[in-house]
C-alpha cells in the first residue's frame, strides 16, 4: 500500500475507534451493567478490533486480564464484568496496534482463519465496518437511556 493510502486508512480507522472510546466514556455507570449488557458490547468490539489485527489468527491471545472467551461457540460471556477503566485500557492498546499496523502493511499481508481468507486491505475494512456498526449500537443505547451521544469523529486524534 502506498503511503498516502495508509494515511487515509489511519485516519478513518482512528477516528472510527475514537468514537467508540468516546460511546464507552459516555456511558453512565447506572447503565454499564445492565440488561443491555453495554459493557459486553464495547469488550466485543475490542476484542474483535484486536483480533482481526492479528499478524496470526491462529496464535492469537488478548491481553490480559482478557481471554479468548469470545471464541467460545456457545456464546459464554466472560467470567466477569470489566470495568470502563480496563475496556479503555485495552482500546488504546488496540489503536496503537492498529496504527502500527496500517503504517507498516505490506502488499502481501493476509488475514487467514478458519472462516476467512482477506487481504490486509479487505480485513482493514471488515475491522473498521465491525467497530463503526457496534459503536452505532451502543450510542443508541446511549441516547435511549438519556444519556448524551459522543459528537461526531471526523479523523483519528493524536497517537
Not at 466485543?44 to 472467551?69: E, G, M, R, V
Request: proline share 4%; hydrophobic share 40%; glycine share 4%.
Amino acid at each position: 500500500m502506498n503511503d498516502t493510502l495508509k494515511t487515509t486508512l489511519w485516519q478513518q480507522f482512528g477516528a472510527a475507534i475514537d468514537m467508540l472510546g468516546n460511546a464507552i466514556t459516555a456511558c453512565p455507570d447506572r447503565s454499564w451493567d445492565t440488561d443491555t449488557q453495554f459493557w459486553y458490547r464495547g469488550y466485543h468490539t475490542i476484542f474483535f478490533l484486536d483480533y482481526y489485527l492479528a499478524d496470526d489468527a491462529a496464535t492469537f491471545l488478548p491481553p490480559a486480564p482478557f481471554t479468548l472467551s469470545e471464541m467460545d461457540p456457545a456464546g459464554v460471556l466472560p467470567e466477569r464484568v470489566y470495568s470502563k477503566a480496563e475496556l479503555l485500557t485495552y482500546l488504546k492498546f488496540c489503536r496503537q496496534k492498529c496504527y502500527s499496523r496500517i503504517t507498516t502493511a505490506n502488499d502481501t499481508d493476509r488475514f487467514v482463519n478458519e472462516y476467512r481468507n482477506y487481504s490486509f486491505f479487505e480485513i482493514l475494512l471488515y475491522n473498521m465496518r465491525h467497530v463503526q456498526h457496534h459503536t452505532a449500537q451502543l450510542n443508541m443505547l446511549l441516547r435511549q437511556g438519556g444519556a448524551d451521544v459522543p459528537e461526531w469523529v471526523s479523523q483519528a486524534g493524536e497517537l
